[in-house]
């Protein structure tokens, strides 16, 4: 507990003027009496480490006792349905809290924690009952403020100081993100071995999510894409139903998740083992954009410098293939790759696939923030010729190609921490040819 006990210390150092409070994720009811699979939302966790839903922690900087945790309370009939719960003084002796209380005890006990400050931080929307909760204490302690009680005078969403935090990783956090990029790599492995024509995409998949359970995942980071021909131009195609073709390409994209962090890896090749060369002219175009955004990843760029950099080189990738028509830069100023590539190169990667923290300050057109060590990010550009890129040169259509590694900054530069997954042709090529 100690990691969390440290990222609590570090929050009341930087928020000092309110008490703050984060609720964890609640059951989501899929039908009848059946929930959906719960994870613990990521700031909570990253805040407590405490696995169970309905939760709520409140920290008080001043306080004597600042860290206080809601759990539900135990119930032995219904913990003999859907398992044991922590109960209150498991709580303080096994996650830490100097006070603890059961949820139950939320309408009078939290009011209490919270009279003393005028300011509480707590991001509006994030959970219902404190949405109402809160709203009420601000009004009645408003009424009273004459008789001197202290006033409510404002909620402030703690979550931009959160996130910050988050955005840099410490080096535990790397060991957890290096050991679910090593478990995905596995699956990769698995995945190139099972891939050849005349398979289901959907026979790698459970081939590849088998490797990942075995190796200590508990779950995805996210819904595995296992895209197949001209699936693999649907950026986010989930359905993984389709027979794999001799000549076809298959682009995986997949993460498995461990103690809470995700993995985020791409990589595209021909089920039969060899590229075609047009295949082989497109895939070098968004292995040279990868290659280029992954320099560019270091510490004093900014965080978009490696989306712009790998724009050019997908950009003139495009002229080379006669995609495109024009001057480079004025293709690039006018967006002319859009039919092409339609997403951004980087997002950043933790907790959640895509990460919490900003890339730009001041809006959508303000400076991109600058690269720091221990920011860990994804390179991940490619191009799609698809059936709405309609001007697409016909030996092209139907090509999918994307290739994305995860990229830890370091002081000095970075350290791709995906680079035992095979990524060059004649890697790819010697990996799917097993079959």
């Known amino acids: 507990m100690d990691q969390f006990a440290e ?16 609720p964890a994720g609640h059951l989501a009811t899929r039908n009848h009496d059946v929930e959906f699979e719960f994870r613990q939302v990521s700031p909570f966790w990253y805040l407590t480490g405490f696995g169970e839903p309905d ?57 209490k924690l919270l009279a003393d400050y005028e300011q509480v931080y707590y991001a509006l929307g994030t959970d219902q009952k404190l949405d109402a909760l809160l709203t009420d204490q601000s009004v009645k302690r408003r009424r009273m403020a004459p008789r001197g009680d202290k006033a409510l005078n ?6 931009p100081v959160i996130d910050q935090m988050r955005l840099i990783k410490s080096p535990l ?5 290096q050991k679910a990029i090593d478990i995905t790599a596995a699956g990769f492995d698995v995945a ?5 024509p005349s398979v289901f995409e959907f026979e790698v998949q459970a081939e590849m999510e088998h490797e990942f359970r075995g190796r200590g995942s508990e779950r995805n980071g996210y819904p595995s894409i296992l895209a197949s021909g001209a699936n693999s131009c649907i950026l986010h195609y989930i359905s993984n139903r389709d027979r794999m073709d001799d000549g076809s390409l298959l682009l995986v994209d997949a993460g498995a998740e461990y103690e809470m962090y995700s993995a985020d890896i791409t990589r595209t090749w021909p089920v039969n083992g060899t590229f075609s ?5 497109v895939y070098e175009v968004v292995l040279a954009a990868n290659e280029a955004g992954i320099d560019a990843a270091k510490p004093g760029n900014g965080a978009m410098d490696v989306h712009d950099v790998a724009l050019k080189v997908l950009t003139q990738g495009l002229l080379d293939l006669g995609a495109l028509k024009g001057d480079l830069d004025a293709l690039i100023t006018e967006r002319g790759f859009l039919p ?20 730009r300050t001041g809006g959508r057109t303000g400076p991109s923030i600058k ?3 221990g920011m860990v990010l994804t390179v991940e550009p490619g191009l799609y010729f698809g059936p709405f890129a309609e001007d697409a040169p016909e030996r092209l259509k139907g090509i999918g190609i994307r290739t994305e590694d995860d990229v830890l900054i370091t002081e000095d530069g970075n350290r791709v921490l995906t680079s035992a997954v095979p990524k060059t042709v004649s890697e790819v090529e010697a990996a799917a040819s097993v079959n």
């Open 7 to 22: 990222r609590r210390s570090r929050l009341l150092n930087e928020i000092t003027d309110g008490a703050i409070v984060v």
């Open 55 to 111: 939760a709520i922690a409140v920290l008080r900087p001043g306080s004597e006792k600042p860290y206080a945790l809601f759990v539900l309370p135990r119930d032995p009939k219904l913990e003999t349905w859907t398992g044991l719960r922590t109960g209150v003084e498991a709580a303080q002796e096994k996650f830490g809290a100097d006070v603890a209380f059961t949820t139950t005890e939320l309408d009078t006990e939290l009011p």
């Open 154 to 159: 404002s909620i402030v969403d703690p979550m």
């Open 173 to 177: 956090e790397v060991e957890c993100l």
């Open 192 to 196: 190139f071995k099972t891939a050849k």
């Open 277 to 281: 060369p047009e295949q082989k002219d």
């Open 340 to 359: 092409y590539y339609m997403h951004g190169t980087s997002h950043w990667l933790g907790l959640d696939v895509h990460d919490s923290g900003i890339y």
């Open 371 to 373: 690269l720091e060590a």
